[in-house]
């Protein structure tokens, strides 16, 4: 095989295995799922040193290893194939046809679980990354560490998340292989439906009314004009050790745990928010409150008829959101609109269901292929 000149989005491929918490493999008896949609795919290395010195002498004594830090982060556009946190997040649990173990499930919940990672590099002269790639790089037993899901005005809906964990080995050979991509056994990967901003549902719940986002005076809906929707969470994953062992045994989540949810939306008449010091009111007897608890549930529509149950993706964050910042920008002699951000936040909750397509394990593994491909 000649040597690459390149890599480019056609020459490479992502395969994940979801693990249970000790990193041990379970889908399938070892086949992986390919995930469809993906924009990009990054990787950082971190070797972590520490230095000895010693009396007597200036220049260093020893410059001790410490275990190896692997992030990698993915970007997949919203497409109406199962999404990567659930994918990340099986653990042990099994995947029916249209149901995912952890569909529906709270975070805390899946937290443990962990999931391995490949990365295959074919030729740059390939139409397809199918079959066996020249060379391909494993990280094991990888954790969960944040996830963001922005719906954008302009553009497609997308998600990211990115995995840590202190195992990256490089290899080649036969031992990975994929098969989603084979344009020679007819396998051409199609999008159910890509999520833009029409397919945001009607059963959206947004965090509107009083200490929240205003209902524009006149309007014959009740929604605010929505420009972008932003979700996201940092897990952190701190490590613990063990005295005979060099690598940590696990890596927790310290909740609690911050979900952040922001909404952007055109000015019409004022972000209508107060935030009152209360300075001529007495201390006793009384509740000092500018906010309120609020509800926001974000719900996305595939071919599925809106206010139906089939072809949607909900990321619920439940009933206890607060406003904690809110930014009137724009407007100006540039012509621009005005715009306000409206930011929230809650700790611990968040609940992803998936239904119709983006419940369908046949878009991602290619032992289960269906009509998904044309």
Request: proline share 5%; hydrophobic share 35%.
């Amino acid at each position: 095989m000649p040597a690459n000149n390149r890599i480019y989005y056609a020459s490479q491929a992502v395969q994940l295995l979801p693990c249970d918490s000790e990193a041990k493999n379970h889908f399938g008896s070892g086949s992986w799922l390919t995930p469809q949609g993906l924009q990009s795919v990054g990787m950082t290395t971190n070797f972590n040193l520490e230095q000895v010195f010693q009396l007597g002498q200036l220049e260093l004594y020893d410059n001790l290893e410490g275990v190896p830090e692997v992030e990698v982060t993915l970007n997949k556009v919203l497409d109406g194939t199962p999404p990567l946190y659930l994918m990340c997040t099986l653990g042990t649990g099994t995947w029916t046809t249209t149901s995912p173990y952890n569909n529906g499930k709270e975070l805390a919940e899946l937290v443990n679980n962990r999931v391995s990672f490949n990365l295959g590099i074919w030729p740059d002269n390939v139409v397809a990354a199918t079959g066996n790639p020249a060379h391909y790089v494993t990280c094991s037993g990888m954790y969960l560490s944040r996830f963001s899901y922005t719906l954008p005005v302009d553009g497609n809906a997308t998600e990211e998340i990115t995995l840590v964990g202190n195992n990256k080995v490089w290899n080649s050979g036969t031992q990975m292989q994929v098969d989603e991509f084979n344009p020679s056994s007819g396998k051409t990967p199609t999008a159910p439906n890509v999520m833009r901003r029409y397919s945001f549902d009607t059963g959206t719940v947004l965090p509107t009314g009083t200490a929240g986002i205003p209902i524009p005076s006149g309007r014959s809906i009740s929604r605010p004009y929505v420009q972008t929707i932003t979700i996201s969470a940092d897990l952190g994953r701190e490590a613990i050790n063990e005295l005979g062992s060099f690598a940590p045994y696990c890596r927790y989540v310290n909740f609690p745990l911050e979900v952040t949810s922001e909404f952007e939306v055109i000015a019409s008449d004022g972000d209508y928010v107060n935030a009152d010091d209360f300075a001529t009111t007495s201390g006793c007897g009384k509740k000092f409150t500018n906010l309120e608890n609020k509800e926001v549930k974000v719900i996305l529509c595939g071919t599925g008829t809106t206010g139906s149950s089939s072809d949607k993706l909900m990321l619920d964050l439940g009933k206890r959101n607060k406003l904690t910042s809110v930014n009137y920008s724009g407007g100006d002699t540039g012509g621009g609109n005005a715009t306000i951000s409206y930011s929230f936040q809650t700790f611990t909750k968040f609940v992803m269901t998936a239904s119709g397509t983006f419940a369908d394990i046949a878009h991602v593994d290619d032992t289960a292929d269906s009509s998904f491909y044309s």
